[in-house]
């Protein structure tokens, strides 16, 4: 029995994007473009698997104290000590300072597509799709930009304690970046490499992975997996924003820094006669607290 099934054309949904441009429903279109947007930019960008962005209210944004530019101010935990006494003693008393830093914004922006209102009607693909393809991705890319130079400026500050070299993609070269990790009393969150780099654990031996993640390999290959030695991994094909020879080790957020949004993603849309202008822009700030918490791991051609 055969079961028909309404499919709804792309030029039907760019006419009705248009249309609702055209009835004076801006708002309504560019919700819907930008519910579309948002979500393409968490899958896309690697740095939002690292730090979570958390979207800011009014009443939780500073001001800077020198000009008007948007600030956002974070505490840090303050420093402690213990010390043994004596049941007739008590312990040092202690002015405690809670240390601070400050997070900055910036703002991504696409291009600023232009097309007659006709044009945009004669389009057999879905208009929302191109613009999430030709705009949001660019987007992310610049997030992961700035996020990937300010850990690697972070780290050619202590090169010798934050990067080791490996001569080969092995258990080895791992384990020491963790005792790094573990000896400067940091936890171990996620890690960071390229698909490539990764798709190299398929030739990790079973003597190091175990004979039933090696068989599990061989017959379903690593992309369920998402795991090296029971830590989560993201991964990413943008090798021109992140080493493709390069592995980096990352504690939790809550021990590693900020991210947070003033705006996310957005479609916005005008339009002057048939002549109707769209792009996509957000603002973020990213603050990396502490800076002895990523570990960076080189393989030959690094």
């Keep these: 029995m055969r079961t028909e099934t309404q499919q709804v054309s792309a030029s039907f949904i760019n006419s009705n994007f248009v249309k609702k441009i055209e009835g004076g429903r801006t708002k309504e279109a560019e919700a819907e473009g930008s519910a579309f947007v948002r979500d393409l930019v968490r899958q896309e ?16 944004i500073d001001r800077d104290e020198n000009t008007d530019e948007p600030k956002k101010i974070v505490e840090k935990e303050p420093s402690s000590t213990a010390t043994f006494v004596q049941f007739q003693g008590t312990g040092p008393r202690t002015w405690f300072r809670g240390p601070r830093y400050a997070v900055y914004f910036g703002k991504t922006e696409s291009q600023h597509f232009t097309k007659s209102k006709f044009q945009l009607m004669t389009y057999v693909n879905d208009i929302r799709k191109i613009l999430a393809d030709n705009s949001v991705k660019d987007m992310a890319d610049q997030e992961d930009t700035k996020f990937q130079a300010t850990i690697d400026e972070l780290i050619a500050l202590n090169v010798a304690e934050q990067s080791i070299d490996a001569p080969a993609f092995n258990s080895t070269a791992f384990r020491r970046a963790f005792q790094k990790m573990v000896g400067r009393r940091r936890p171990i969150g996620k890690m960071t490499m390229c698909k490539g780099l990764y798709y190299e654990a398929i030739d990790l031996p079973a003597t190091s992975v175990g004979d039933e993640i090696a068989s ?19 991964t990413t094909i943008k090798s021109h924003v992140h080493n493709p020879r390069k592995a980096y080790v990352y504690a939790p957020e809550n021990y590693l820094g900020n991210s947070f949004l003033l705006q996310d993603a957005t ?25 002895l918490s990523f570990q960076e791991i080189k393989f030959p051609g690094a």
């Design 45 to 60: 960008s690697y740095q939002r698997e690292i730090i979570t962005p958390v979207l800011l209210q009014d009443d939780e």
């Design 216 to 234: 599990k390999h061989y017959k379903e290959g690593i992309e369920n997996e998402e795991k090296l030695w029971g830590f989560p991994v993201v």
């Design 267 to 291: 479609l916005y849309i005008k339009q002057e006669a048939d002549i109707i202008t769209f792009w996509t822009y957000a603002a973020l700030g990213i603050g990396i607290g502490n800076r």
